[in-house]
């Protein structure tokens, strides 16, 4: 209800937190517990909270996490996940694992029994037998990258477990960054001149690299995107951007998806 609490971004939590509370009560009630399979998380971190006043009235969306929805920053990507399946998943357990949101597709597809198709989700990774059992590690992923985006690609970040490696793009002065977010969960402290760390950060920019297709421009298609959506057949990999290099200003696809092909003094 409008003005339970002081702001309107506590009212909506409030109302998120019933909605998500009625479906589960409806749930039970039927007795389909054991059938369901219920995720609770979310798509970005928590929104700023001085732009829509809680951290004034004590509430902090992020907590110790710098950044908000979006960011580079651990408060922009980092979210809680809630995985429920009654006489199935183990209860009052904790995960510690690196999964991502983009994992959750091959984890139901292989739960369900159904055969992913060949070229789908590429970047999906089931973590499955790991909802079982905390040490079935063995086939999860090693990495998670992340990335800040506009119209162009910002700043993008790679997680090896509990180390992360951010670089910034498109003429930013920052340096990249390195932490360890086992004893710099606010990413305050900057690792990256760390001769200890060198090897590792090389290794993590190569793979970051890989991720954001920084070298060779993509090789599969993508679509462009239009005023009212997107065109209705994907386009060869980076040529409708090498027919006019013009298309780079225009449609921010080749920004991320044709770096060299769009900015090749970078290469």
């Known amino acids: 209800m409008k003005g339970t609490y002081a702001t309107r971004h506590m009212d909506m939590l409030h109302e998120l937190d019933k909605a998500v509370g009625s479906l589960v009560s409806a749930i039970e009630e039927r007795n389909l517990a054991d059938d369901t399979i219920i995720i609770f998380t979310s798509d970005n971190g928590g929104l700023g909270g001085s732009k829509y006043g809680s951290i004034a009235y004590g509430h902090k969306p992020s907590g110790p996490l710098q950044g908000s929805k979006g960011q580079i920053w651990e408060g922009g ?6 995985v429920r399946h009654d006489h199935h998943f183990p209860a009052n357990e904790k995960r510690d694992h690196l999964v991502g949101l983009n994992d959750i597709y091959a984890t139901l597809s292989e739960l369900a029994g159904i055969t992913v198709p060949y070229g789908s989700a590429y970047d999906s990774i089931s973590f499955a037998d790991y909802l079982y059992s905390k040490d079935a590690t063995a086939n999860l992923r090693e990495s998670l990258g992340t990335w800040q985006t506009s119209q162009i690609s910002e700043s993008a970040a790679i997680r090896f ?5 951010i670089e910034f793009y498109e003429g930013s002065e920052s340096p990249p960054r390195l932490h360890d977010l086992t004893s710099d969960i606010s990413e305050n402290k900057n ?5 200890k760390y060198r090897t590792l950060k090389t ?4 793979k970051l690299d890989e991720l954001s297709r920084n ?18 057949e994907a386009l060869s990999a980076c040529t409708f951007m090498k027919n006019d290099p013009n298309n780079c200003n225009v449609y921010w696809e080749g920004l991320i998806h044709c770096r ?5 003094d970078q290469y």
């Open 77 to 82: 990507h980092r979210v809680p996940m809630i």
């Open 161 to 165: 477990g509990e180390m992360k490696y």
């Open 191 to 195: 690792l990256i001149k760390k001769k």
């Open 203 to 206: 290794q993590m920019k190569q």
């Open 215 to 232: 070298g060779p421009d993509a090789g599969y298609n993508f679509r462009i995107s239009t005023g009212s959506g997107f065109q209705d």
């Open 260 to 264: 060299t092909t769009c900015h090749p």
